[in-house]
């Protein structure tokens, strides 16, 4: 069982900045892959980027040269820093854990893009 906590969600103004943290309960180099989603309202839980064991990054299109996946080994924990930021960035957003036969889920914590 992997528990994850998510911290650094708020609002912020268009053009700003957050970072999203994620806690892990174990090692994260347990973990296959760990990464983020969000959802809007009235829609669909997307990914947004992801970060596997061996340190490749994927990102959507949409926040492509806006966003950065990291992690610290040492804390377990993995970052998403959230840059130029935009309006339609405004989603609940989720840590996630794949283990080999399991995907683990964060409580997820609100990001608000002012206009």
């Known amino acids: 069982q992997v528990q994850l906590v998510e911290s650094g969600g708020g609002l912020v103004q268009a053009g700003g900045s957050l970072r999203l943290s994620c806690a892990a309960s174990?090692?994260?180099?347990?973990?296959?892959?760990m990464g983020w989603y969000r959802q809007a309202p009235g829609k669909q839980r997307d990914l947004v980027a992801v970060?596997?064991?061996?340190?490749?990054?994927n990102y959507v299109d949409s926040v492509k040269g806006r966003f950065t996946i990291s992690r610290d080994a040492a804390k377990n924990t993995v970052h998403l820093q959230m840059s130029s930021l935009k309006p339609e960035d405004t989603a609940v957003y989720y840590c996630i854990a794949r283990g080999d036969y399991t995907t683990y889920w964060g409580q997820g914590t609100q990001v608000t893009v002012s206009s």
């Open positions: 174990v090692s994260i180099f347990s973990i296959n892959a």
């Open positions: 970060i596997t064991r061996t340190g490749y990054t």
